[in-house]
Nanobody
C-alpha cells in the first residue's frame, strides 16, 4: 500500500515563504512524476508545478519565479518552496504522484492536502 504524507502548510503574511513537503511510502517500485496542485474555495483544482524523475520541471505561469519544485529520489519526497507569497496563493495544496507499486499497476496518488493561508 502506498501513502503520501504532506506537511509544511500554515499561515503567512504577504511576501513570506513556506516550504511544503510530500513523502511517499509503502511498497514502491518506482516513481515517475511528482507534482503539486492547489484548490482555492469555489475554484477548480489547478496544477502548480511538476517534476519528472529526471528532474525536468514545469510550473504555472502564476507562480513562475516565486515557487520552486524539487525532489529527493532517495527519500521519495517532493518539495515546493514558495516565496513572495500573495493572498491569491491561499488554497489547499495537494501532492500528486504517479507510482508503480510492487506487484501492482501504476496509479496516480494524492496526498491529504495541506492548507496555505496568506494574509494581506
Amino acid at each position: 500500500q502506498v501513502q503520501l504524507v504532506e506537511s509544511g502548510g500554515g499561515l503567512v503574511q504577504t511576501g513570506g515563504s513556506l516550504r511544503l513537503s510530500c513523502a511517499a511510502s509503502g511498497s514502491i517500485l518506482s516513481i515517475s512524476y511528482m507534482g503539486w496542485y492547489r484548490q482555492a474555495p469555489g475554484k477548480q483544482r489547478e496544477l502548480v508545478a511538476v517534476i519528472t524523475s529526471s528532474g525536468s520541471t514545469n510550473s504555472a505561469y502564476s507562480v513562475k519565479g516565486r515557487f520552486t519544485i524539487s525532489r529527493d529520489n532517495g527519500k521519495s519526497t517532493v518539495y515546493l518552496q514558495m516565496n513572495s507569497l500573495k493572498p491569491e496563493d491561499t488554497a489547499v495544496y495537494y501532492c500528486n504522484t504517479r507510482i508503480t507499486p510492487w506487484r501492482a499497476n501504476v496509479g496516480d496518488y494524492w496526498g491529504q492536502g495541506t492548507q496555505v493561508n496568506v494574509s494581506s
